[in-house]
């Protein structure tokens, strides 16, 4: 049915940039807020940004001013362009969907590995 497809993972060099793309297949309805999460090893999974059904965004404080959140809702997808990429940033990146009343739905997940 509704289906989270995350892309554009990989592996960078510290400073470098990233562009992940999430695409909702399986519907035609438009999530109320859509997100990226974000889980490194052996920490507790985390809110990386987020952006409402009225374009409104909210970043964690370790992004802000380096990653952007976009929505294209003709393209249902939603995209994290990360600039100036740090260690830290190494984690998988999750795509999540929100429906008020609903439930969340969950990509499965795309590498990002930053080097040193």
């Known amino acids: 049915q509704v289906q989270l497809v995350e892309s554009g993972g990989g592996l960078v060099q510290a400073g470098g940039s990233l562009r992940l793309s999430c695409r909702a297949s399986?519907?035609?309805?438009?999530?109320?807020?859509m997100g990226w999460y974000r889980q490194a090893p052996g920490k507790q999974r985390e809110l990386v940004a987020a952006i409402t059904s009225s374009d409104s965004t909210t970043y964690a404080d370790s992004v802000q001013g380096r990653y952007t959140i976009s929505r294209d809702k003709a393209k249902n997808t939603v995209y994290l362009q990360m600039n100036s990429l740090k260690p830290e940033d190494t984690a998988v990146y999750y795509c999540?969907?929100?429906?008020?009343?609903?439930?969340?739905?969950w990509g499965q997940g795309t590498q990002v590995t930053v080097s040193s």
């Open positions: 999540t969907g929100k429906v008020a009343s609903g439930p969340d739905y």
């Open positions: 399986g519907t035609i309805f438009l999530f109320n807020v």
